[in-house]
């Protein structure tokens, strides 16, 4: 998790609870405090700086909208991270029906004898371009626990499952990773 660092100004809980009831000011210092953390967990769910750019925005309209059902009932940061993890989800759901729309363009457009344009995606970060392909949930446990830093209790309260839940979506994740990183490496 980031450090621990001294915030001048009310806290975020106080905060929410005053954007919840209308106070565009305090919704105001909510987003300005929380852009950067928003869009380095967009950038490392997606690695890519458009992506995450898209991705944070979006958030940033979400919240607006979700801030009016804050209930106090997590941290204003693990509730933050949930909204993200959201939207980095939708966002990458979008992106495969866009890549699945491209590539039934570009088959159709060589079946009528025309050229097929197709996507390549970089490999700029092998090891989580491999965590990107995990199921969901072994997915964010990995990125959780190992690019955010956190420990399985602060997982396990993002993601809305018990501890033990974090540590077998985990365990999975390694296994699967073993395997994809294995038959990788051997095509190299």
């Not at 809980?13 to 919840?20: H, K, V, W």
Request: hydrophobic letters at 40%; proline letters at 2%; one cysteine or more.
């Amino acid at each position: 998790m980031e450090s621990k660092t001294r915030i001048e100004g009310p806290a975020d809980q106080e905060l929410a609870e005053r954007a919840s009831i209308g106070d565009r000011g305090a919704f105001s210092m909510l987003v300005e405090r929380h852009y950067a953390f928003i869009h380095r967990v967009a950038w490392k769910w997606c690695r890519d700086r458009s992506a995450a750019e898209d991705i944070a925005q979006n958030v940033c309209l979400r919240l607006g909208f979700a801030i009016r059902n804050w209930r106090n009932e997590s941290a204003f940061k693990t509730w933050l991270y949930r909204i993200t993890i959201n939207a980095a989800h939708d966002h990458a759901r979008f992106v495969a029906r866009e890549m699945r729309k491209a590539q039934a363009m570009a088959v159709h457009a060589a079946a009528l004898g025309g050229e097929i344009d197709t996507y390549k995606p970089s490999h700029s970060d092998y090891v989580w371009d491999a965590v990107r392909t995990l199921p969901e949930k072994q997915r964010d446990a990995m990125l959780l626990v190992y690019g955010e830093e956190m420990n399985h209790a602060d997982a396990a309260a993002v993601m809305g499952c018990a501890e033990s839940t974090v540590s077998y979506h985990l365990h999975a994740a390694r296994k699967q990773l073993k395997s994809l990183l294995g038959k990788s490496g051997e095509e190299q």
